[in-house]
């Protein structure tokens, strides 16, 4: 909000220097610049009750600098005739919903156009001029914080009444804009229209215009959420629902009221009714405070002397001593801010000085340790990247496109975003490999072999419940997509046999060439290509193959601590062995057989080449090498000899192989 | 005058031969010295000239020179052919692959270290929670205009706006450790944090933060000021100095904004600091007395300090990046930078 020097000026004994203020200001109460003897200060939403007008940052300013507040004088003479131009207000609403209805009635005023000096003034802090009363209570309201609203008395319909709207009502503003209301909005109505969005805006019905003789000043308190919604649902946003949304005191409502009326009185003549329901008497606000805890929360010992200064300066009065350093404060009624020990100490800590905090460093036992798989994903990452995967950074959020395109790889339902920014982020990722594929895609200009990773959240709903995990995931982009096979199984094999568990790939999704990677018939991943039509799709110039496994899932099944095994006494020895075999019959078929017949010294199988012979089409010709070794001696050849005739026979009766 | 040239010539040949350590230097240094154009042969030819007495010394310490020269050469070239490989010593040599660390991950995995130094427990928690989590519990409640500092993405179901969002803020732990674990404790998150905003070169919807607290029966502000300035000296390796403003959070009181000194002009005002000398970096306070209520905690007994950091232009102001969407991009020119 901004605020000339000179408004502000009128209010205080001593003259502000600009630039030292908005120093002041930005380290005690609110951010704030100057420039050009103009102060644009950034006021925070819970002190805007009590600070957003001219005097109450007079105060502000008066308690946070050497300067003291002069208010205006209120003055002003109800009329003692007896006139009988009274209108009966009837509230019809709760007090938690319009908590306080005040009003006040001047007759016989000469309206008229406001003079240049308060035109000006208003203009520069964005309200057009519209005739003198309009312009005398946006101005109250910028002087003393309340907005209140006028309405030509002669123009209403017997009473005045304070309700809800009726559902489908509609409503013509000041401007000629017609609403038509829900049922929930507070409204000011007379026996036939609805005259005022309360807090919100002013209608046409009752609006005061230059003709106007006598008026009903209306200043309330309205719940602070009731004009929030209401402004939010009509998408109305002005200067008084900003204020009314923030809260507004009764006492500052009663002050604005008494203000407004002695303006009006001073500069439009007129007769004042007698009003007994603007006479209201307020109770202190009280709140007991213990010294100690000004110590207790901020570490700062504050004298006693300099905790009274203080609070005197914050308008705060003690009433009574309670016991040793327990005191009833009396806060003033505009606070609506200060509501506990916390807010006073707040107040006094900024007052006498956030720098006065020294730092100073605390102790104590926190012993607490929750269990998490921070390190296991340390792990992964560090593993990935070893393996010159590079870490790629994704949005969480996916578009119905890659929803559409990578369905198969959603485990349940996806999760819609309500309200998302664009159809590019409707829906939150459920599987990390479409932002992966970007990644490539967006890489593919400058970069020929592309390997990424990815460790981060993915969620979907399962059975009405939100399931979100850690997912992890590469992905390589390559032209020749047998070597994206090759190194992506070999990648898996590694990083499998580094956690100790067991996998097999089976088809999954025959049509995108998807495997499940299954460990004891539980599904922990994913291996897959994109084929022809999704790499079409996607615009890409070379083949993309991932690997996507449930971190939550390998995290659990991964051994956790390492065990040494003792180092080998006596050399292994190496054999390769070359066979045909049939094209149909799996590698792994051919390892699981070798590994079920227990041959003596048999320590390791690595698979060598794989070759097609071109001229035969049934056939594959594969080498394998044996690693022999026994713990107790060198083996002779003739033993390895005898374990190797002992393979072929194994192969030959179960595989029908053919030596090379 | 002649027999000091020739120990000239003998002594600058020697270490000339000693010298090589290729080769092809050899072969060149061969040349200089024992070619028929060199200083030495080419003083042969003046020897006809000299008296027969000084013929027969000078000459044989011609052939002493000449004999020790070619024995030095033919002993470096065995040295040489022992120890030398062909190679280009200014190729640049195979090109090798590795995988990176992608900057953004990097300075998680640091900024999470400083919080376990600093004595807190590093906790995970879901990126997507509910309303009561991201709002109510902190003292946020609905129709509250202070919700709209937090712009939100909400989660559809069955068709509606459900009660489950994507965090605005990783406040939102918050609850969910204050009645899970009992004081005294100390608590920090990392992660993601959503809001319905445009990007830009300083906004993104999708940007990380870190959210701290500590409750004890006498945690205080000082302790605040403590943790936050070593977190910041620790993660720029400078001397940091923080400043305190007044500042308001529902979920705090008091409640404060954090500026550290500027980093790049050090308080002399720059424009990375809009020529105010200070950054504005996090948002502090003591925990509401309401909040540790909603907890079930006794905040007449135990005091609670908390505070949230933007990361993401923490590690853009360190490593001079100047758009949130390169950091928050997948761009391997970006990444192979770090």
Same mark, same amino acid.
């Given at each position: 909000?901004?605020?000339?020097?000179?408004?502000?000026?009128?209010?205080?004994?001593?003259?502000?220097?600009?630039?030292?203020?908005?120093?002041?200001?930005?380290?005690?109460?609110?951010?704030?610049?100057?420039?050009?003897?103009?102060?644009?200060?950034?006021?925070?939403?819970?002190?805007?009750?009590?600070?957003?007008?001219?005097?109450?940052?007079?105060?502000?300013?008066?308690?946070?600098?050497?300067?003291?507040?002069?208010?205006?004088?209120?003055?002003?003479?109800?009329?003692?005739?007896?006139?009988?131009?009274?209108?009966?207000?009837?509230?019809?609403?709760?007090?938690?919903?319009?908590?306080?209805?005040?009003?006040?009635?001047?007759?016989?005023?000469?309206?008229?156009?406001?003079?240049?000096?308060?035109?000006?003034? $208003?203009?520069?802090?964005?309200?057009?001029?519209?005739?003198?009363?309009?312009?005398?209570?946006?101005?109250?309201?910028?002087?003393?914080?309340?907005?209140?609203?006028?309405?030509?008395?002669?123009?209403?319909?017997?009473?005045?009444?304070?309700?809800?709207?009726?559902?489908?009502?509609?409503?013509?503003?000041?401007?000629?804009?017609?609403?038509?209301?829900?049922?929930? =909005?507070?409204?000011?109505?007379?026996?036939?229209?609805?005259?005022?969005?309360?807090?919100?805006?002013?209608?046409?019905?009752?609006?005061?215009?230059?003709?106007?003789?006598?008026?009903?000043?209306?200043?309330?308190?309205?719940?602070?959420?009731?004009?929030?919604?209401?402004?939010?649902?009509?998408?109305?946003?002005?200067?008084?629902?900003?204020?009314?949304?923030?809260?507004?005191?009764?006492?500052?409502?009663?002050?604005?009221?008494?203000?407004?009326?002695? $303006?009006?009185?001073?500069?439009?003549?007129?007769?004042?009714?007698?009003?007994?329901?603007?006479?209201?008497?307020?109770?202190?606000?009280?709140?007991?405070?213990?010294?100690?805890?000004?110590?207790?929360?901020?570490?700062?010992?504050?004298?006693?002397?300099?905790?009274?200064?203080?609070?005197?300066?914050?308008?705060?009065?003690?009433?009574?001593?309670?016991?040793?350093?327990?005191?009833?404060?009396?806060?003033?009624?505009? !606070?609506?801010?200060?509501?506990?020990?916390?807010?006073?100490?707040?107040?006094?800590?900024?007052?006498?000085?956030?720098?006065?905090?020294?730092?100073?460093?605390?102790?104590?036992?926190?012993?607490?340790?929750?269990?998490?798989?921070?390190?296991?994903?340390?792990?992964?990452?560090?593993?990935?990247?070893?393996?010159?995967?590079?870490?790629?950074?994704?949005?969480?959020?996916?578009?119905? #496109?890659?929803?559409?395109?990578?369905?198969?790889?959603?485990?349940?339902?996806?999760?819609?975003?309500?309200?998302?920014?664009?159809?590019?982020?409707?829906?939150?990722?459920?599987?990390?490999?479409?932002?992966?594929?970007?990644?490539?895609?967006?890489?593919?200009?400058?970069?020929?072999?592309?390997?990424?990773?990815?460790?981060?959240?993915?969620?979907?709903?399962?059975?009405?419940?939100?399931? =979100?995990?850690?997912?992890?995931?590469?992905?390589?982009? #390559?032209?020749?997509?047998?070597?994206?096979?090759?190194?992506?199984?070999?990648?898996?094999?590694?990083?499998?046999?580094? $956690?100790?568990?067991?996998?097999?790939?089976?088809?999954?999704?025959?049509?995108?060439?998807?495997?499940?990677?299954?460990?004891? #018939?539980?599904?922990?991943?994913?291996?897959?290509?994109?084929?022809?039509?999704?790499?079409?799709?996607?615009?890409?110039?070379?083949?993309?193959?991932?690997?996507?496994?449930? $971190?939550?899932?390998?995290?659990?099944?991964?051994?956790?601590?390492?065990?040494?095994?003792?180092?080998?006494?006596?050399?292994?020895?190496?054999?390769?062995?070359?066979?045909?075999?049939?094209?149909?019959?799996?590698?792994?078929?051919?390892?699981?057989?070798?590994?079920?017949?227990?041959?003596?010294?048999?320590?390791?199988?690595?698979?060598?080449?794989?070759?097609?012979?071109?001229?035969?089409?049934?056939?594959?010709?594969?080498?394998? !090498?044996?690693?022999?070794?026994?713990?107790?001696?060198?083996?002779?050849?003739?033993?390895?000899?005898?374990?190797?005739?002992?393979?072929?026979?194994?192969?030959?009766?179960?595989?029908?192989?053919?030596?090379? | 005058?002649?027999?000091?040239?020739?120990?000239?010539?003998?002594?600058?040949?020697?270490?000339?031969?000693?010298?090589?350590?290729?080769?092809?230097?050899?072969?060149?240094?061969?040349?200089?010295?024992?070619?028929?154009?060199?200083?030495?042969?080419?003083?042969?030819?003046?020897?006809?000239?000299?008296?027969?007495?000084?013929?027969?010394?000078?000459? @044989?310490?011609?052939?002493?020179?000449?004999?020790?020269?070619?024995?030095?050469?033919?002993?470096?070239?065995?040295?040489?052919?022992? &120890?030398?490989?062909?190679?280009?010593?200014?190729?640049?040599?195979?090109?090798?692959?590795?995988?990176?660390?992608?900057?953004?991950?990097?300075?998680?995995?640091?900024?999470?270290?400083?919080?376990?130094?600093?004595?807190?427990?590093?906790?995970?928690?879901?990126?997507?929670?509910?309303?009561?989590?991201?709002?109510?519990?902190?003292?946020?409640?609905?129709?509250?205009?202070?919700?709209?500092?937090?712009?939100?993405?909400?989660?559809? @179901?069955?068709?509606?706006?459900?009660?489950?969002?994507?965090?605005?803020?990783?406040?939102?732990?918050?609850?969910?450790?204050?009645?899970?674990?009992?004081?005294?404790?100390?608590?920090?998150?990392?992660?993601?944090?959503?809001?319905?905003?445009?990007?830009?070169?300083?906004?993104?919807?999708?940007?990380?933060?870190?959210?701290?607290?500590?409750?004890?029966?006498?945690?205080?502000?000082?302790?605040?000021?403590?943790? &936050?300035?070593?977190?910041?000296?620790?993660?720029?390796?400078?001397?940091?100095?923080?400043?305190?403003?007044?500042?308001?959070?529902?979920?705090?009181?008091?409640?404060?904004?954090?500026?550290? @000194?500027?980093?790049?002009?050090? @308080?002399?005002?720059?424009?990375?600091?809009?020529?105010?000398?200070? &950054?504005?970096?996090?948002?502090?306070?003591?925990?509401?007395?309401?909040?540790?209520?909603?907890?079930?905690?006794?905040?007449?007994?135990?005091?609670?300090?908390?505070?949230?950091?933007?990361?993401?232009?923490?590690?853009?102001?360190?490593?001079?990046?100047?758009?949130?969407?390169?950091?928050?991009?997948?761009?391997?020119?970006?990444?192979?930078?770090?």
């Amino acid at each position: 909000m901004k605020f000339r020097i000179h408004d502000l000026q009128n209010y205080l004994t001593k003259k502000i220097n600009g630039e030292k203020i908005a120093q002041t200001l930005t380290l005690k109460s609110f951010e704030t610049t100057y420039k050009n003897n103009v102060l644009d200060i950034d006021i925070l939403p819970n002190r805007f009750s009590d600070c957003a007008s001219f005097i109450g940052l007079a105060k502000e300013i008066s308690a946070v600098s050497d300067n003291n507040v002069v208010l205006p004088k209120i003055n002003f003479l109800e009329t003692k005739q007896k006139i009988n131009k009274n209108i009966k207000v009837i509230n019809r609403l709760q007090s938690n919903i319009v908590p306080y209805y005040f009003y006040r009635i001047i007759l016989n005023i000469n309206n008229k156009k406001s003079e240049t000096k308060l035109a000006d003034l $208003l203009n520069f802090y964005g309200f057009n001029n519209i005739n003198y009363l309009v312009d005398l209570s946006n101005f109250v309201m910028l002087e003393c914080g309340a907005p209140l609203h006028i309405f030509d008395l002669d123009k209403i319909d017997e009473f005045i009444e304070v309700r809800t709207a009726y559902q489908g009502e509609r409503f013509l503003s000041f401007d000629d804009k017609e609403y038509i209301l829900q049922g929930n =909005e507070i409204v000011i109505a007379d026996a036939k229209d609805i005259l005022a969005l309360a807090g919100i805006k002013g209608g046409k019905k009752a609006a005061v215009t230059l003709q106007t003789k006598n008026i009903f000043i209306e200043g309330a308190v309205f719940n602070p959420a009731s004009i929030y919604s209401t402004s939010k649902q009509l998408n109305i946003k002005t200067e008084a629902s900003f204020r009314f949304e923030k809260g507004i005191a009764p006492t500052s409502v009663i002050y604005s009221l008494d203000r407004l009326t002695t $303006l009006i009185y001073n500069n439009l003549g007129g007769d004042i009714l007698i009003n007994k329901n603007a006479q209201i008497k307020f109770n202190d606000k009280i709140i007991n405070f213990n010294f100690e805890e000004i110590y207790n929360l901020s570490g700062c010992k504050i004298e006693f002397n300099e905790f009274q200064n203080i609070i005197k300066k914050l308008g705060i009065t003690i009433k009574r001593n309670h016991r040793n350093k327990i005191f009833q404060l009396i806060i003033p009624n505009e !606070r609506l801010d200060i509501n506990n020990s916390y807010d006073i100490v707040e107040e006094i800590i900024r007052i006498y000085g956030l720098d006065k905090i020294t730092p100073k460093f605390e102790c104590f036992e926190n012993n607490i340790s929750p269990k998490q798989n921070f390190e296991f994903i340390d792990f992964l990452r560090n593993f990935t990247i070893k393996s010159s995967f590079t870490e790629s950074f994704s949005y969480n959020l996916i578009s119905e #496109k890659d929803l559409s395109i990578f369905k198969s790889l959603l485990n349940g339902k996806p999760i819609k975003i309500y309200n998302p920014l664009s159809e590019n982020y409707s829906f939150f990722q459920f599987s990390l490999i479409p932002n992966l594929v970007k990644a490539i895609i967006s890489n593919q200009k400058n970069f020929t072999d592309i390997k990424l990773f990815n460790i981060e959240k993915i969620a979907f709903w399962q059975n009405n419940k939100i399931i =979100e995990k850690y997912s992890y995931a590469i992905a390589i982009g #390559k032209k020749n997509i047998d070597d994206i096979f090759l190194e992506l199984k070999g990648f898996l094999n590694l990083l499998m046999n580094e $956690l100790k568990i067991d996998y097999l790939l089976s088809i999954q999704d025959n049509e995108n060439f998807y495997f499940a990677i299954m460990h004891n #018939k539980k599904n922990i991943g994913t291996f897959g290509f994109l084929n022809k039509y999704v790499l079409n799709l996607i615009d890409s110039d070379i083949n993309i193959g991932f690997v996507e496994l449930d $971190l939550d899932l390998i995290y659990d099944l991964s051994k956790k601590e390492k065990i040494f095994n003792p180092l080998p006494q006596f050399p292994s020895i190496i054999r390769d062995l070359s066979f045909f075999i049939n094209r149909k019959i799996s590698v792994h078929q051919i390892e699981k057989i070798l590994l079920s017949h227990k041959v003596d010294y048999l320590k390791k199988i690595e698979l060598k080449d794989i070759y097609l012979p071109l001229d035969n089409k049934d056939t594959k010709s594969v080498t394998y !090498r044996f690693y022999f070794q026994s713990d107790e001696r060198t083996l002779t050849d003739e033993e390895i000899n005898q374990c190797l005739v002992k393979i072929i026979n194994i192969l030959k009766n179960q595989l029908n192989i053919e030596i090379r | 005058m002649l027999k000091d040239i020739l120990k000239n010539i003998l002594d600058q040949g020697k270490k000339d031969i000693l010298m090589c350590r290729t080769l092809e230097e050899l072969e060149n240094i061969k040349i200089k010295y024992l070619s028929r154009k060199s200083e030495l042969m080419s003083l042969s030819k003046n020897f006809s000239q000299l008296k027969p007495n000084e013929k027969k010394e000078i000459g @044989n310490l011609f052939n002493l020179v000449k004999n020790t020269l070619i024995k030095t050469y033919e002993e470096q070239k065995q040295r040489l052919d022992k &120890i030398s490989i062909n190679f280009d010593p200014e190729h640049p040599g195979k090109q090798i692959n590795i995988g990176r660390e992608h900057l953004l991950t990097n300075s998680l995995v640091k900024i999470r270290n400083i919080f376990i130094n600093l004595g807190f427990n590093i906790y995970d928690y879901h990126q997507i929670v509910n309303e009561k989590e991201n709002f109510d519990y902190l003292n946020i409640p609905r129709n509250h205009p202070a919700r709209d500092l937090w712009d939100t993405l909400w989660i559809e @179901n069955k068709n509606k706006k459900s009660d489950y969002l994507l965090r605005t803020h990783t406040t939102a732990f918050q609850h969910y450790i204050l009645t899970k674990y009992r004081p005294p404790l100390r608590f920090a998150t990392i992660g993601k944090v959503f809001r319905y905003e445009a990007t830009d070169k300083s906004h993104d919807f999708e940007f990380y933060q870190i959210d701290a607290l500590s409750l004890s029966e006498t945690t205080n502000l000082q302790n605040l000021k403590y943790t &936050i300035e070593k977190f910041f000296i620790n993660f720029f390796h400078k001397d940091i100095k923080i400043r305190f403003r007044p500042s308001y959070f529902p979920f705090v009181e008091p409640g404060l904004e954090v500026d550290i @000194n500027c980093i790049f002009c050090n @308080n002399k005002k720059c424009a990375t600091c809009k020529f105010s000398g200070w &950054i504005e970096v996090a948002g502090a306070g003591m925990i509401h007395p309401s909040v540790l209520a909603q907890a079930k905690i006794d905040y007449k007994k135990y005091r609670g300090f908390a505070f949230g950091i933007g990361i993401d232009r923490l590690i853009m102001l360190k490593h001079n990046i100047n758009d949130i969407r390169i950091l928050h991009s997948s761009d391997l020119r970006f990444i192979n930078q770090f």
